[in-house]
C-alpha cells in the first residue's frame, strides 16, 4: 500500500469517526456520567469489539481473496451500492436531532439492553445528561464490558468494512501488512475521536448544535461515501473489461 492511498483512507476514516455513531455517543455519555478516567474502561471495551469485528471481517476477505476472487467482485459492487445507501441516507439524515438529544436515546437503550442481557445487579445506569448524582456507581469490569457489548452490538461495522476496505486494498500484493497499515489507521481514527467526545463533553455538543455543523459534518460522510462507491465501481466494471 502506498502512503498516499494510506493518507486518503486515514483521512477519510478519520472524518467518519468523527460522526456521533453509537461508540462516539457512549463515550460522551459515560465521559460526563463517570469522568474521564473510569470511562477510559469503556473506551477500551469499544476498541476490543471494533478489533473482533474488524479482524472477522478482514480475514473473510483474506479468505474470499484466495478461493473465490470472484465472489470479491461481487463483494465490491454490492459494497459500493451500500456505500450509495449509506451517502444518500447521511445527507438526507443530517438535519434529524442533535448529540444531546441522540446521546439520551443511546443512554435508554444500553439500560434497557444492556440491563436485560446482563440479568443482574449493578449494570450500568446511565442517567440524563442533566441529572445530578449517578444512583448505582458500575464497576471498571461492568464499564468494560458495556463498552465490548455496545460495539458488537453494531454488525453493521462488518458491512461497512466489507463495503469500504476493499478500495484501500490490493489483493495482488502481500495482504498482511496491507492489513496492520489499515487496522492502525482506523483505530488511531476512532481513538482520537473517542478521548475528544470524552473530554470534550458539553463543549463539543454545544459546538456541533449549533447551526447546521452536525448536518454538514453528516453531509460530508455522505460525500465520501459516495466519492469511494464510485471508485469501486469503476473497479468493478474495470476488472469485467480486461
Same mark, same amino acid.
Given at each position: 500500500?502506498?502512503?498516499?492511498?494510506?493518507?486518503?483512507?486515514?483521512?477519510?476514516?478519520?472524518?467518519?469517526?468523527?460522526?456521533?455513531? %453509537?461508540?462516539?455517543?457512549?463515550?460522551?455519555?459515560?465521559?460526563?456520567?463517570?469522568?474521564?478516567?473510569?470511562?477510559?474502561?469503556?473506551?477500551?471495551?469499544?476498541?476490543?469489539?471494533?478489533?473482533?469485528?474488524?479482524?472477522?471481517?478482514?480475514?473473510?476477505?483474506?479468505? !474470499?481473496?484466495?478461493?473465490?476472487?470472484? +465472489?470479491?467482485?461481487? !463483494?465490491?459492487?454490492?459494497?459500493?451500492?451500500?456505500?450509495?445507501?449509506?451517502? !444518500?441516507?447521511?445527507?438526507?439524515?443530517?438535519?434529524?436531532?442533535?448529540?444531546?438529544?441522540?446521546?439520551?436515546? +443511546?443512554?435508554?437503550?444500553?439500560?434497557?439492553?444492556?440491563?436485560?442481557?446482563?440479568?443482574?445487579?449493578?449494570?450500568?445506569?446511565?442517567?440524563?445528561?442533566?441529572?445530578?448524582?449517578?444512583?448505582?456507581?458500575?464497576?471498571?469490569?461492568?464499564?468494560?464490558?458495556?463498552?465490548?457489548?455496545?460495539? +458488537?452490538?453494531?454488525?453493521?461495522?462488518?458491512?461497512?468494512?466489507?463495503?469500504?476496505?476493499?478500495?484501500?486494498?490490493?489483493?495482488?500484493?502481500?495482504?498482511? %501488512?496491507?492489513?496492520?497499515?489499515?487496522?492502525?489507521?482506523?483505530?488511531?481514527?476512532?481513538?482520537?475521536?473517542? !478521548?475528544?467526545?470524552?473530554?470534550?463533553?458539553?463543549? +463539543?455538543?454545544?459546538?456541533?448544535?449549533?447551526?447546521?455543523?452536525?448536518?454538514?459534518?453528516?453531509?460530508?460522510?455522505?460525500?465520501?461515501?459516495?466519492?469511494?462507491?464510485?471508485?469501486?465501481?469503476?473497479?468493478?466494471?474495470?476488472?469485467?473489461?480486461?
Amino acid at each position: 500500500m502506498s502512503w498516499h492511498l494510506f493518507a486518503v483512507f486515514f483521512a477519510s476514516t478519520f472524518l467518519i469517526s468523527a460522526t456521533p455513531g %453509537p461508540n462516539m455517543l457512549l463515550a460522551f455519555q459515560y465521559g460526563m456520567n463517570y469522568g474521564v478516567k473510569r470511562t477510559l474502561w469503556t473506551l477500551a471495551g469499544l476498541s476490543l469489539g471494533l478489533f473482533i469485528l474488524l479482524l472477522s471481517t478482514l480475514l473473510g476477505l483474506n479468505v !474470499i481473496s484466495r478461493q473465490s476472487p470472484w +465472489l470479491l467482485t461481487i !463483494i465490491k459492487a454490492v459494497g459500493a451500492a451500500y456505500l450509495v445507501y449509506l451517502g !444518500i441516507s447521511s445527507w438526507r439524515d443530517a438535519g434529524d436531532g442533535s448529540l444531546m438529544s441522540d446521546a439520551k436515546e +443511546l443512554s435508554a437503550e444500553v439500560e434497557a439492553d444492556y440491563g436485560a442481557f446482563e440479568g443482574q445487579a449493578g449494570t450500568p445506569q446511565p442517567r440524563s445528561l442533566s441529572s445530578a448524582a449517578v444512583k448505582t456507581s458500575p464497576s471498571n469490569l461492568t464499564l468494560f464490558r458495556t463498552g465490548v457489548w455496545v460495539s +458488537l452490538s453494531n454488525p453493521k461495522a462488518i458491512l461497512f468494512f466489507a463495503a469500504f476496505f476493499p478500495k484501500f486494498i490490493n489483493f495482488s500484493a502481500p495482504l498482511w %501488512p496491507q492489513y496492520i497499515l489499515l487496522t492502525i489507521g482506523l483505530f488511531m481514527s476512532e481513538t482520537i475521536w473517542q !478521548i475528544v467526545y470524552t473530554l470534550g463533553g458539553k463543549k +463539543l455538543a454545544s459546538w456541533l448544535d449549533v447551526g447546521n455543523r452536525l448536518a454538514w459534518l453528516n453531509r460530508g460522510c455522505g460525500i465520501i461515501f459516495i466519492i469511494i462507491a464510485a471508485a469501486l465501481f469503476a473497479e468493478v466494471i474495470n476488472s469485467f473489461m480486461l
